[in-house]
């Protein structure tokens, strides 16, 4: 009985984490995504408070 669930998690493990990674791979080079991940990559050098000098 343990073999066959572990056989039966593996393989399909392995189909859910190859489809989750497809669906990441599509949504990070999705065309209309792409302003998105720019803002967010420029975000940490944008200074937002007034300085003191």
């Not at 975000?43 to 937002?48: A, F, M, R």
Request: aromatic fraction near 16%; hydrophobic fraction near 45%; glycine fraction near 6%.
């Amino acid at each position: 009985m343990y073999e066959t669930l572990s056989s039966f998690a593996q393989t399909w493990g392995l189909g859910l984490f190859v489809l989750m990674f497809l669906v990441a791979l599509i949504y990070a080079l999705w065309p209309g995504n792409s302003d998105t991940f720019r803002n967010a990559a420029h975000q940490p050098l944008v200074d937002k408070e007034p300085s003191d000098d």
